[in-house]
């Protein structure tokens, strides 16, 4: 594609006129700006710098007003008090107050703002996901221990199991034992007696 050498130095025209603005221009001072922006915030619509590009931001709207910011990014959230045929007054959340042509603004966010948002959203899930990825492992981890755990509580029950059954087993035989020598001993006091009669 090729242009004019008119529409050239038109261009050109545009560009240095922009340029010789922003060099002789005076900037508002900063806390009058934010004192108000604070002032005029609870009335205002919200919008945003349209396109890719840098808007300047001017104390009147005219194009050859003074620049108050030498320009606002595109995706700059901006409070929207009152629309004068082509222009809009806004203030940035920094506090700058001004005037900026109509089409530079839009009710919406622009795709790359949007992009950054879900870019952004996307990476803290992405790093939600992985800490819970970590919690359910070391979840994982906890019931294995416990399982291990358990079973070797299990393997000591059924010890102690057996060996209660020996104990008891031990000391039924003892107890037999026991009532066997009573009668035993008794049996023999009746023999001694009975020897004793005889003699």
Wanted: net charge negative; aromatic share 8%.
């Amino acid at each position: 594609m090729s242009f004019s050498s008119t529409s050239f130095l038109s261009a050109s025209n545009i560009k240095l006129s922009f340029i010789s603005a922003i060099i002789l221009s005076s900037t508002f001072s900063y806390s009058e700006t934010r004192d108000v922006a604070e002032q005029l915030s609870t009335n205002s619509d919200i919008g945003f710098i349209s396109d890719e590009f840098y808007v300047p931001l001017r104390s009147s709207p005219c194009p050859t007003c003074k620049i108050v910011h030498k320009g606002l990014k595109s995706g700059t959230k901006l409070f929207v008090y009152e629309h004068e045929e082509d222009w809009s007054l806004v203030a940035t959340e920094g506090g700058y107050r001004g005037w900026i042509r109509r089409q530079h603004l839009t009710e919406n966010k622009i795709a790359r703002a949007i992009l950054e948002e879900n870019s952004n959203e996307i990476e803290r899930l992405q790093s939600e996901n992985r800490r819970l990825e970590l919690d359910m492992q070391n979840s994982f981890e906890l019931v294995e221990s416990l399982r291990g755990e358990i079973a070797s509580i299990e393997d000591d029950r059924i010890k102690l199991s057996k060996e209660l059954t020996d104990i008891k087993l031990v000391s039924s035989k003892e107890i037999a034992l026991n009532e066997q020598n009573q009668l035993l001993v008794k049996h023999n006091h009746m023999l001694q007696e009975e020897r004793d009669v005889l003699h």
